[in-house]
């Protein structure tokens, strides 16, 4: 089989008149402010700021967390993206990590209650793989003089009880790189939904900074537009240093504000998100009609009363073995990429320095060794899943199905 023929992780390819609005926001500095516009038409009366990335707006939440308490401990999901670790590194926090349950993907409540104590400053929701995590029981935190942040960089268009995700806490953070729920390139967004806190929060700020105009922002949304073909997603996966698929923690990032390309990308934002919320909902519901039953693996149902935004779809395999033995079926039909975060965060060296003592995280370790996150976007129609399922069980996928690839998607039923 050619090495080409592979299914992007995540993707969520902007309009063609987004990315000719950003090529003109680009040339001519027009359009400044819609980055902030059309997040603000998703999260009504909140102030919102744009960032030239998630990490940027995240470790911004925390600095204002730890601004506004007087403290410097934040809590972490012990299993997530390691971007959320390299932005409380970057802040300056001393983290306490949390254990995550493989059966929800949140926070495991009993753990949760050991990390959040008077010398907590902030506690970071993980919304994993677009799940929601849970905010009816937490008001808790609230008492102990905790923020809650909200970090819906994975669940952008994610709702629980009808309010959506990186809006539930006291500050929202957002991402739209390339391998989120909607990409306008390269960047990100800070919200506070309350305005007395945002007033509050505004010495931590300063000068705004200046926008730069965005080549790289406008090339890497051109490239995640380009790699719904199978063949331009191929070669720019063997590109050296675009590292699709791979986790990597590095403190030292840019923070700026969004690049003015970054806004005109942004045109017709809140529209996508709720297109491409559908049709991840549809490919999840397939994998799950397929896989559910599967006693190999397990599936994770959504907290009562959610709507998760389906980044990726989460199977956990019995143990690593199996996981391992899942993963190599899947290569061979052409859908790679699957192992997700490969440690929890405890097992990033060069992060341990900033992480205080804590109790020991089995189910981030159990996650880290047996999750396998299927790729729930457009790309993903139902010769796809019949192959998957195929592989999964044994074979080498549906003899009468096509192997799977990242090719046109109109045509496949789902989008």
Sequence with gaps: MSPLRRIPPVLAPPTLGALWSGLWAFVSGARAGELE???GALFPGAWVRGYCSGRAALKTALEIAMHLTGRRRVVLPAYTSYS??????????????????????????????????????????????????????????RDAGALVVDDAAQALGATETG???????????????????????QGGALLIPDGELARAA???FGARAMRVAGAGTWVAAVAVAASRSQLAFGLLA????????????????????????????????????ARQRDIRRRV???????????????????????????????????????????????ARIGMTY????PRPLSGIDAFRAVCADGPPAPGA???????????????VGPAEVRAAEAALAGGEGDPGAPRATAGATASRGWV
């Design 37 to 39: 516009r059309e997040v």
């Design 84 to 141: 959320v670790a390299a932005a409380a590194a970057a802040a300056g926090a001393e983290v306490v990590l949390g254990d995550v349950s493989p059966e929800t993907l949140d926070y495991d409540r009993g753990a949760l209650a050991g990390c959040v104590d008077g010398r907590t400053a902030a506690v970071v929701l993980g919304n994993l793989y677009g799940y929601p995590s849970r905010t009816t029981d937490i008001g808790w935190m």
């Design 163 to 185: 309010r959506a995700a990186g809006g539930r806490g006291d500050i929202g953070v957002l991402s739209f790189g390339r391998g989120k729920c909607i990409t306008t390139g």
């Design 202 to 204: 505004a010495p931590v």
């Design 238 to 273: 063997r590109l050296p240093g675009v590292d699709i698929g791979e986790s990597h923690y590095d403190s030292a990032f840019e923070t700026g504000a969004a690049a003015r390309s970054a806004d005109g990308l942004a045109r017709g934002l809140a529209d996508r998100v």
């Design 284 to 330: 999840a519901a397939a994998w799950q009609a397929a896989l559910g039953g599967d006693r190999h693996f397990t599936t994770v149902a959504p907290p009562p009363g959610s709507a998760p935004a389906y980044l990726r779809f989460p199977l956990l395999a019995v143990d690593a073995g199996a996981r391992r033995e899942a993963a190599q079926r899947l």
């Design 338 to 341: 699957v192992h997700s975060f």
């Design 365 to 379: 370790d159990r996650l880290a060794e047996t999750v396998i996150a299927l790729p729930c976007h457009g790309g």
